[in-house]
């Protein structure tokens, strides 16, 4: 008779339960301590490029919060994968275009179950270090010139005209400049559109960015008198967003550029021409100039126009405080018709209607909405909706970081898959020794 060594009907399973315990625990992964050094680099309109060393290796989480402007609205945030003991996120600036001479300020934060931990802020300004602008800068009052190649003598005449503009304005605006004033000065059409980035009208000279205080001038863009002109109607720009500024709204573009035009020469007499050339044909309400002005010549050219001369109007009719008023205004959160009554002291419905009479014209009247026929909706099965998430700024989604000292997801079905057949295959064992076991008796 053949001795039938029995095996325990626990053992398979303690083995599949001892082979999940030494993979959970075999390779013990250093969890996340802090940031080491980061860095960030930029290469104009390709990509910019921010880097962080992870010495203790991965949090659970990993995230870039980027803050675009010097006073930005909302802060960008990007998941981040990490490789190894570091971390790599590029801003697609080929895709995604950002103004020249942006300030930008980022730092990392980690999440490791229920603790969060932020870097230190970092800093980078959006260069526009294409190949062949070797820039050279000088600190001019309130302004800061920056010129390539042979146009420094021009840059530093920008720089000169600058203070007086920036003064006049500040004067009729009642509220100094919050800051210095960059001047990019660009010599060929191709840098300064290239500049201005993608939806600049060919017909551009110059360009204010208010929000970043600054302004590109491009040395093709007209005669001297014309550049003249043109940068300190740019640097207005800057003194009325300084002055108008609040955290709701901004004032209405009619009377931005309205302000801008008039401070090139202090006066609307060519403008005042334009608009009585154009009251035959009619003239534009002032509620269709808020946010933008009509694109074609006729449109544009009396938009302007318009603006100018009710900014006229409004000082010469309501004295040298006027405007001010207006400005002081704006800063408080004010809407546009309490602005203008604060500056002016009637509504602003009244001071539309004595402008257009003043120049004998109608007064512009709202054209009546279309009448929509009814629509029919069928009933039936939805099309599916593509669910939403986060983008990075190439457009793809973007994933959350794997924590390293986590197993994939593969791992653990493969370990679930070895402890059934572990126990599967001890039951089976025992079994066949029982047979055994009978048939030996």
């Known amino acids: 008779m053949r001795r039938v060594h029995h095996l325990p009907l626990g053992l398979p399973l303690a083995i ?41 290796g991965a949090p659970d989480r990993l995230e870039l919060l980027i803050d675009f402007g010097i006073d930005p609205d909302g802060t960008f945030v990007a998941p981040v994968e990490v490789a190894g003991s570091a971390a790599t996120y590029t801003w697609d600036a080929s895709d995604q275009y950002l103004t020249p001479n942006t300030p930008i300020k980022y730092r990392w934060r980690a999440t490791s179950g229920s603790t969060v931990t932020e870097s230190a802020a970092g800093s980078l300004r959006y260069a526009d270090n294409r ?13 800061t010139v920056h010129w390539y190649g042979s146009s420094e003598a021009r840059a530093r005449r920008f720089g000169d005209l600058t203070g007086g503009a920036v003064s006049r304005a500040e004067k009729v605006l009642g509220h100094t400049l919050d800051g210095p004033v960059d001047i990019f000065v660009y010599v060929t059409h191709d840098d300064f559109f290239g500049a201005l980035g993608p939806g600049a009208r060919e017909w551009t000279g110059a360009a204010t960015f208010p929000g970043i205080r600054t302004v590109f001038m491009w040395l093709g863009g007209g005669s001297s ?26 004032a209405p573009l009619w009377l931005n550029e309205g302000f801008a035009v008039w401070s090139e020469g202090q006066n609307a007499d060519a403008q005042a021409a334009t608009v009585r050339s154009e009251v035959s044909t009619g003239l534009i309400s002032f509620s269709a100039m808020t946010d933008a002005f009509p694109i074609g010549a006729r449109g ?28 002081a205004a704006y800063r408080t959160g004010a809407t546009d018709d309490e602005a203008l009554r604060a500056g002016t002291g009637v509504p602003s419905a009244q001071l539309f209607s004595d402008y257009f009479r003043s120049f004998g014209a109608a007064e512009p009247k709202p054209v009546p909405a279309a009448s929509i026929g009814p629509s029919i909706v069928r009933a039936g099965a ?36 070895a402890i059934i057949a572990l126990a599967l295959g001890g039951l089976l064992l025992v079994r066949r020794q029982r047979r055994q076991r009978g048939d030996a008796a």
Do not use: C
């Open 225 to 250: 008198d014309y550049l003249d002109r043109a940068l300190a109607h740019e640097v207005t720009h800057v003194v009325f967003f300084d002055a108008t500024r609040n955290d709701f709204h901004q």
């Open 382 to 417: 939805s099309p599916a909706t593509a669910g939403q998430g986060t983008s990075g700024p190439n457009g793809a989604p973007a994933e959350p970081a794997t924590g390293q000292g986590s197993l994939p997801l593969a791992v653990w079905a493969v370990v679930g898959v």
């Open 16 to 56: 599949g339960l001892l082979l999940v315990v030494a993979l959970g625990v075999a390779a013990p992964v250093e969890g996340f301590t802090g940031f080491g050094p980061m860095s960030a680099s930029e290469q104009y309109g390709k990509a910019i490029t921010f880097k962080v060393v992870l010495p203790g």
């Open 300 to 327: 544009s050219a009396l938009s302007y126009a318009e603006g100018t001369t009710m900014v006229d109007r409004i000082m010469r009719m309501y004295g040298d405080k006027a405007m001010s008023g207006i400005a």
């Open 131 to 143: 190949p062949g602008l070797d820039w050279h800068s000088a600190q001019m009052g309130d302004a």
